[in-house]
């Protein structure tokens, strides 16, 4: 299970880093995508990276504001969100996952998200 950290409440415009991190897990390993759920809404997947390769994807919704990363010595996979907008509002969680062209399939378990707020 992964544990996202580093959300909050932002202006519009702003910028916020998210963290996943885990414990006896190598992100080497692995694929991992980020998911974002908001109230009355179906979960999306923001982005993913891939395990063996590193590439990333993104949907349009948040293609050029949103930036995945992996920083291997550190063992965390980053989230970083810039060009905030009052829709990026939602739940956000990691997970391993297929980086799918269609977009990321979860494989894994969920952990508990962290919450992103986008208001003046």
């Known amino acids: 299970q992964l544990q996202a950290s580093g959300g909050g409440l932002e202006q519009p415009g702003g910028s916020l880093r998210l963290s996943c991190t885990a414990s006896g897990f190598s992100f080497d390993d692995y694929s991992i995508a980020w998911f974002r759920q908001a109230p009355g809404k179906e979960r999306e997947g923001v982005s993913c990276?891939?395990?063996?390769?590193?590439?990333?994807t993104y949907p349009d919704s948040v293609k050029g504001r949103f930036t995945i990363s992996r920083d291997s010595a550190k063992n965390t996979v980053f989230l970083q969100m810039n060009s905030l907008e009052p829709e990026d509002t939602a739940v956000y969680h990691c997970v391993t996952s297929d980086c799918l062209r269609v977009g990321p399939r979860a494989t894994g378990t969920w952990g508990q998200g962290t919450q992103v707020t986008v208001s003046s």
């Open positions: 990276i891939n395990g063996n390769d590193g590439s990333t």
